[in-house]
């Protein structure tokens, strides 16, 4: 008897979020089995996922020193991925994985697309916002809230942390390659999150049923912010792709590992009794649940509820 979990990609446009879901599937090979726990996609989620990356790492033919085109073709509607968890080969769980095209969410309330996007937030145990980090750093205030609306992510969040389940925030910053290689940059990083994102941080630090996760990740690694331009009145970011350095994502681990160990905790949680009698009580669950939440790096920053992301022994 398997549970579904959704968890949700949340963004406006080219912010990265099909980019990240890539560059994590990729990482899922890595903790394919782990502690007894398999992890595994959808014959077409590995395909279209597989295909993603593909084109991503072809960034490597691009010259050097130029500045970067879009590399994916914008998401359109809503693009569903299906994984499954088994625990010692039996289905533990499946998961549903929603990346939407960031337009969404802005148009209006009787789009049948908006509707559906609505529909699944609301179901939605783990939400992943991702945010364009080379804006938060270097942007004015101004574009910042253009590109990454912090008030519409707040109005799309209040409904979605309902009361009836528990729910995981995961704020993925991408785009700050620059900012990530040295300590400096990313203390700088992580407080003007702290200052640009605050109503939405304020949301969740209210609600006992709500614990938010901020996590930088390299998804390209090879393309560094260069500057800002303006053109004509508009400010444009400008990324180049550096001669020394490869296409190698770093830390997409880490949103994965989160939304997973978040998942099966909240799974584990949620049994019945009759399944517990049914199915026979597997002590060594809570012994691999511990042990896969301790490749987890700790040192992100959290905020609400940090309980329930714990997993006592
Ligand atoms: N430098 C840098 N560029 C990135 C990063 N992530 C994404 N990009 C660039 O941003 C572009 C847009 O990324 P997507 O993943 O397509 O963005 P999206 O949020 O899925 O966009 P929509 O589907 O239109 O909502 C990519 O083609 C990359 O060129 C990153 O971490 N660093
Ligand atoms: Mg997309």
Not at 97 to 103: K, L, Q, R
Not at 136 to 160: E, H, Q, T, V, Y
Not at 162 to 181: D, M, P
Not at 220 to 245: P, Q, T, W, Y
């Amino acid at each position: 008897m398997s549970a579904e979990f959704t968890v949700m990609m949340i963004g406006p446009e080219a912010v990265g979020k099909t980019t990240l879901l890539a560059t994590m599937y990729k990482e899922l090979a890595k903790i394919e089995s782990y502690a007894r726990f398999t992890f595994y996609a959808d014959n077409d989620t590995g395909v279209n996922l597989d295909n993603a990356y593909q084109k991503l790492s072809r960034i490597i033919d691009q010259p050097v020193f130029t500045s970067i085109k879009p590399l994916l073709e914008g998401t359109r509607g809503i693009i569903y991925h299906r994984f499954g968890i088994n625990f010692k080969d039996t289905k533990e769980l499946d998961l549903l994985f929603c990346d939407i095209a960031g337009g969404l969410i802005n148009v209006s309330a009787s789009d049948q697309d908006f509707r559906v996007f609505q529909q699944q937030l609301s179901r939605a145990s783990v939400i992943i916002n991702v945010i364009d980090g080379a804006v938060l750093m270097a942007g004015s205030d101004l574009l910042f809230d253009k590109i990454n609306k912090p008030s519409r992510i707040k109005d799309l969040l209040i409904p979605a942390l309902n009361h009836k389940q528990n729910h995981l925030i995961l704020f993925v910053i991408t785009k700050c390659e620059t900012w990530l290689n040295n300590n400096d940059g990313r203390a700088r990083l992580m407080k003007k999150f702290d200052e640009r994102f605050k109503e939405v941080i304020n949301l969740i630090q209210d609600r006992p049923n709500a614990v938010g996760v901020v996590i930088p990740v390299k998804t390209l690694g090879c393309v560094e912010f260069s500057r800002m331009e303006k053109d004509g009145g508009e400010e444009k970011v400008i990324f180049l792709r550096r001669a020394n350095k490869k296409f190698e994502p770093e830390f997409t681990d880490q949103p994965l590992r989160y939304a997973l160990a978040f998942v099966l905790s909240e799974r584990d949680k949620n049994r019945g009794w009759w399944e517990k009698l049914f199915r026979g009580w597997d002590p060594s669950f809570k012994e691999s649940l511990f042990q896969f939440i301790q490749e987890r790096d700790a040192t992100f920053k959290t905020y609400g509820n940090f309980q329930l992301i714990r997993i006592a022994r």
